[in-house]
């Protein structure tokens, strides 16, 4: 329950500093980068592996509202066969998963020739260097500490898609 709070705080917060700066002079830059950003994510394929069900609906809101079209999975196998299936523009994969873990997921996808080019990023609670350093070892190109702002998500999504 309280995991499910600091996601959604960790969402209305990222909403909540959007709407912010509406009344001063920084909303022309507020909305410049956001809409920008919405246009270049449009149609833009997601995939979202996670064992938590409060952090796939956070990321699908979040991403679905730029225009992004989402597909989550509960762990690494079913990601497998939604990559072969979606062959989607970027994936977050969760570290700490039941069966396949996103480290073994990870490399499964960057040791296949048809994903390899597909940017991976690791979504972790934890913030240790052990861990950023064996995401960057089995192929991760960015690693989100959880919970994420909307703004994290979508840097590290404008960061790896040449769009």
Same mark, same amino acid.
């Given at each position: 329950?309280?995991? *499910? #709070?600091?996601?959604?705080?960790? +969402?209305?917060?990222?909403?909540?500093?959007?709407?912010? &700066?509406?009344?001063?002079?920084?909303?022309?830059a507020g909305s410049a980068t956001a809409r920008p950003g919405s246009a270049s994510l449009q149609g833009l394929k997601v995939l979202v592996i996670d064992d938590s069900k *409060?952090? @796939? @609906?956070?990321?699908? *809101?979040?991403?679905? %509202?730029?225009?992004?079209?989402?597909? *989550?999975?509960?762990?690494?196998?079913?990601?497998?066969? !939604?990559?072969?299936?979606?062959? &989607?523009?970027?994936?977050?994969?969760?570290?700490?998963? &039941?069966?396949?873990?996103?480290?073994? #997921?990870? +490399?499964?996808? !960057?040791?296949? %020739?048809?994903?390899?080019?597909?940017?991976?990023?690791?979504?972790?609670? !934890?913030?240790?260097?052990?861990?950023?350093?064996?995401?960057?070892?089995?192929?991760?190109?960015?690693?989100? #500490? %959880? &919970?994420? #702002? %909307?703004?994290?998500?979508?840097?590290?999504?404008?960061?790896?898609?040449?769009?």
């Amino acid at each position: 329950m309280e995991s *499910t #709070t600091d996601e959604h705080g960790a +969402a209305a917060g990222a909403a909540a500093d959007a709407g912010v &700066p509406d009344d001063g002079a920084a909303s022309s830059a507020g909305s410049a980068t956001a809409r920008p950003g919405s246009a270049s994510l449009q149609g833009l394929k997601v995939l979202v592996i996670d064992d938590s069900k *409060t952090i @796939r @609906r956070t990321a699908e *809101t979040l991403l679905s %509202k730029e225009g992004c079209e989402v597909f *989550t999975a509960v762990d690494g196998f079913d990601a497998l066969a !939604k990559i072969a299936d979606h062959q &989607p523009d970027i994936v977050f994969v969760d570290i700490m998963m &039941p069966r396949l873990d996103g480290y073994q #997921t990870c +490399a499964l996808i !960057k040791h296949n %020739k048809v994903f390899r080019s597909i940017p991976v990023i690791m979504l972790s609670s !934890k913030d240790g260097l052990f861990d950023r350093a064996r995401g960057r070892i089995v192929g991760s190109e960015h690693y989100l #500490t %959880k &919970p994420f #702002t %909307k703004d994290e998500l979508l840097g590290a999504i404008e960061s790896h898609i040449g769009r």
